[in-house]
């Protein structure tokens, strides 16, 4: 039986694009990506923690691009940048997000159309300026969801909804553009340890690690080391996944264990 030889990408030569870069699962994501031989646009609005990032990075493979990613002439200028900087783009990891609680009756307008805006929309933006770029080279895109978009829970309509609306977006995505050669696929965090969980307050954090079998929050490594599987060649045949980083939360059933 004669057997195809497969040949590895490195990464050498590919160029990704990574949102909300300057800290946290970004920054790890375009670190790894880097590590792996990527050239990287590090895409968010403070200059100075992109800097930082950048500053970690060796040699001249980094761009720093002040982005607002809700932006339609913010994100178009970014991707223009990127291509004249490195003349191609083959990934792009949609990481910039916010979140915010509070229950349901109390949410306002103005807070519901700025998660939306900075979760949903600006994956759409971002998305919709690379694809022509991403086909060219049979790139990839990877959404940077959470387990939040996998169900529901208590004072965070915004968040499960808006991470919701990734989850199906990577989906529908994925059946419309695998016949061009684009894969999109998603991550699904659980809690991990970043600047943007630090003000979880601390009976709130004893409850996560309760519930997560393995005990503990990720680190930004652990969800950027799956980002860069999903990125990379190993996935060849993987699209449409929304794969949970999430030390075995959604592996159980909810209720309480049994003596």
Request: aromatic share 4%; charged share 20%.
């Amino acid at each position: 039986m004669q057997h195809n030889r497969i040949h590895r990408d490195s990464g050498e030569s590919r160029v990704a694009i990574v949102t909300g870069a300057g800290s946290g699962i970004g920054r790890a994501t375009a670190l790894r990506l880097a590590a792996d031989g990527y050239r990287v646009t590090l895409a968010g609005r403070r200059e100075s923690a992109l800097k930082e990032t950048a500053g970690l990075i060796s040699g001249s493979g980094a761009l720093v691009a002040i982005c607002d990613v809700t932006d339609i002439d913010s994100v178009q200028a970014m991707v223009s940048a990127t291509m004249q900087t490195f003349g191609r783009i083959d990934v792009v990891v949609n990481n910039a997000g916010i979140s915010r609680s509070g229950v349901f009756p109390a949410v306002s307008v103005s807070e519901w159309r700025e998660v939306m805006a900075a979760d949903v929309e600006s994956v759409v933006l971002v998305t919709q300026a690379v694809l022509p770029f991403l086909m060219e080279h049979r790139g990839n895109v990877v959404n940077v969801a959470s387990v939040a978009g996998l169900g529901g829970d208590r004072g965070m309509t915004i968040y499960n909804t808006a991470k919701g609306a990734v989850v199906n977006l990577t989906r529908s995505l994925a059946v419309e553009f695998a016949a061009q050669g684009v894969r999109v696929n998603a991550v699904a965090p659980s809690l991990t340890s970043t600047d943007a969980t630090a003000d979880i307050p601390p009976e709130d954090v004893a409850e996560f690690l309760r519930r997560i079998p393995m005990g503990r929050a990720a680190e930004p490594a652990e969800v950027a080391d799956v980002i860069a599987f999903l990125a990379g060649s190993d996935a060849r045949f993987v699209t449409g996944v929304v794969l949970p980083v999430d030390g075995g939360l959604r592996a159980g059933s909810g209720q309480p264990p049994h003596r």
